[in-house]
């Protein structure tokens, strides 16, 4: 048994004191379900004698930290948590009062998948829950999944991988194909909470002692009172928070670069800040997501949501000085269009030598994903603050600044190429590389006589 293998009312208790359940949605059912399947109805009761639920999914409010929301918990021990025409009854139901009194949604899920004895009309239930999602998406609504032991199937494929932060429990089972259906070669390890984690479906393994105070942090971030009617059933998406993030102030040195070289030299040193320094800096508490939901994490992108200073909560995607890798791009723009639907500014901090150019890069859809940021940074539709706090090669590190609002430190330098590069392409030898520095106006100073940036930050005492 892992640590994720809970029942519903378990699972309830471990993240919340005050669960008010909502009624069964009253409506008539065929006996033995839609097939007509010999004993089914005999096999639910003898789940509702096991477990004392009467459906495989339990749903109701609840307040996590103080945060009122919707509160979905699956039964495993109820015909294996699996989805049905009641299953998806309950479902729709919760959806559909979280909009329309604007509330956040926590799947706390455990399901084997769809329920063999109502076939199709079972696994139609699916499309009843994205549809469901999508709509709680569109009306600037949060919604967190916690993933316990087991999340297999469709209840993986909708209510798991399609919020908006996901969490697991250690070594539960999380894979689309079940233990009873994956090929008999499949190496069980990849089935695991920790597996997808490190596939980028994942943003964290959470144990079920912090589950608490984890989603309580997520939802004070992701939530924030919306004006208006909150008995409407169309709730519009969330308005922009008023006003871009504030530019963080350099943690460095001060003083400007005297030459483009000597930028260059300042802005690879190993002494500067780098992006762990800023945020902690920044940020009162932060919370972080990652991966890219496309199979790939970068540990050079640092990605999430959190309170600064001033108590507004702010999401964030920082560069760590490395090269990015497409997973790294693809999580920011995931990043970016999260904070737009739900109107949270975004600050960015850029620091790279460029995205990486290797095979692998490339067979990872390196353009794609530098385009795909490139467009989320066009079309947010929340304020993008940007600062340069280290090296800004090329267009691997535009990819993330803000067009007009784009900042940078005294010990920083923003480029079209590296200037060795840009030497080998002039055909120069490697003695005029530093001569080349000079000629591309890279210093922070540079920058702004050129309007690439707007200033540059001032130094925090």
Not at 9 to 27: K, M, N, Q, Y
Not at 266 to 279: F, I
Not at 310 to 322: K, L, N, S
Not at 399 to 405: E, H, M, R, S, T
Request: proline share 8%; with cysteine.
């Amino acid at each position: 048994m892992t640590e994720g293998r809970f029942s519903a009312r378990e699972a309830i208790a471990l993240v919340t004191d005050g669960f008010a359940e909502f009624p069964s949605p009253a409506r008539g059912y065929e006996s033995d379900g839609p097939l007509s399947w010999q004993g089914y109805d005999a096999s639910r009761a003898r789940a509702v004698a096991r477990t004392g639920e009467e459906e495989s999914v339990v749903c109701g409010t609840a307040a996590l930290g103080d945060t009122r929301a919707v509160l979905i918990a699956f039964e495993f021990g109820f015909l294996g948590g699996s989805l049905g025409e009641r299953t998806g009854d309950r479902l729709e139901a919760a959806y559909t009062h979280a909009r329309k009194h604007r509330l956040p949604v926590v799947s706390l899920v455990a399901t084997g998948g769809s329920r063999m004895q109502e076939g199709m009309v079972a696994l139609t239930q699916l499309q009843r829950v994205a549809r469901q999602s999508a709509l709680t998406r569109e009306a600037g609504l949060a919604q967190i999944a916690v993933l316990r032991d087991p999340t297999t199937g469709g209840g993986w494929a909708t209510l798991g991988a399609g919020a908006d932060v996901t969490l697991a429990l250690p070594g539960a089972q999380v894979g689309f194909a079940g233990s009873r259906v994956r090929p008999p070669d499949a190496d069980p390890a990849a089935y695991t909470a920790e597996a997808q984690l490190a596939a980028g479906a994942v943003d964290a393994v959470v144990r079920p002692e912090v589950l608490r105070g984890t989603l309580a942090l997520w939802l004070s971030l992701l939530t924030r009172p919306t004006p208006g009617d909150a008995s409407a059933t169309q709730p519009p998406p969330a308005e922009p928070s008023p006003g871009p993030a504030p530019v963080p102030p350099a943690l460095g040195t001060p003083v400007l670069p005297a030459t483009g070289w000597d930028a260059v030299q300042r802005a690879r040193s190993p002494e500067r800040p780098r992006a762990e320094d800023y945020l902690d800096a920044y940020f009162a508490r932060r919370a972080a997501i990652s991966g890219d939901r496309c199979g790939g994490t970068d540990d050079g992108m640092l990605c999430g949501f959190g309170f600064a200073r001033d108590g507004r909560p702010v999401a964030y995607a920082a560069q760590c000085g490395t090269a990015t890798r497409p997973a790294g791009y693809r999580t920011a723009a995931r990043l970016i269009r999260l904070a737009g639907r739900l109107g949270i500014p975004v600050l960015t901090l850029v620091d790279t030598p460029g995205a990486a150019n290797d095979a692998d890069a490339e067979r990872q859809g390196a353009g794609a994903a530098i385009a795909d940021l490139f467009a989320a940074v066009a079309t947010a539709r929340t304020p993008v603050t940007t600062l340069v706090i280290g090296e800004g090669g090329s267009g691997g590190a535009l990819a993330l600044a803000a067009p007009g609002n784009t900042w940078a430190t005294p010990d920083s330098y923003f480029s079209v190429i590296a200037p060795e590069l840009a030497a080998a392409i002039l055909k120069r030898t490697p003695a005029e590389v530093e001569a080349t520095a000079g000629q591309l106006h890279i210093r922070p100073q540079d920058l702004r006589d050129l309007g690439v940036i707007r200033g540059i930050t001032e130094h925090g005492n």
